[in-house]
């Protein structure tokens, strides 16, 4: 047995055959790190923004990570009921000629991809310089008080469904200007 590793043709083969060993290792946990690190990677951050200006009140859920994020349910609560969409809520008298610019009623199994917006409820051009007949005065308050009482919560998950995430936000912010 000796013999055998005085042969330099058998200390070269099984040197190569060692490394060789050695690199078949080294891919295979490299591939698992990348992996771990692809399903990392691709992480959506879930976001419900508010919205409250003199022209456009709205409520959206936008996703500010880097992956796509997939909604799986969404409930729109108040003390008393719960709805799984926020226009439910918003059944306020409407002025002439006004109606929601964006809305979206069913959202389980919708997808948002990277750095967009999905509004949930959307109204726009709120302003007096169209119809100044109209006073938009108090469909915003209508509009800020019935927001005002309501919470939000998301359900989603990333692209690959493994890592399930929640974002739950009470619109309480829309009260601050009601007297």
Known sequence: MLKVFDDPNFIIAFSAFMVSLF?????IRTLRIQRRHNYVSLMPIGQIVLG???DEIF????NA???PLIINSVEVYNSKISRSNLIDFLDVDMPRGLTWSDFVKELANKAIRVDEDMYLARVESLDYSEDKSTNYDDFKKSTRATLGGLTILVKYSD????NHFEVSRTLNWFNRTLD
């Open 23 to 27: 690199g078949i290792g080294l891919s």
């Open 52 to 54: 409250d200006y003199e």
């Open 65 to 67: 990570g880097v992956g």
């Open 159 to 162: 692209v690959y469904g493994k």
């Open 59 to 62: 409520v959206k859920i936008s």
